[in-house]
């Protein structure tokens, strides 16, 4: 048949699997050593907008008068254009990151 999971030895250090033998702390060595980045994130993209006045905002909208049988009506009307992404925004707080593979509290 195809082949099983128990029958291929992984060097995956973070598996459930045990680490007998000095081959499963070699593996867990080098992936120590691969792991040398801090796992928190000190910034974060910003998802506000900047427009041509140079204001901040999540979205931006303009208003604009539609006559309709002679009445007008104001409506607003959504700005894609001219607007500037906000970059990176310094967090307040560092976060872990969400890749980091390491259990924090075991219930």
Known sequence: MGASGSKSRALWPFGSGSSEGAGGQQALARARGLCSAT????????????DEDGDLAHEFYEETI????????????????????????????????????VIICEV
């Open 39 to 50: 796992p928190f994130v000190f910034t974060r993209r910003g998802s506000m907008y900047y």
């Open 66 to 101: 539609v006559t309709k049988n002679g009445r007008k009506r104001a409506k607003l009307k959504r700005i894609h254009k001219n607007l500037i992404p906000q970059g990176l925004v310094k967090l307040e707080h560092p976060r872990i990151h969400v890749d980091f593979p």
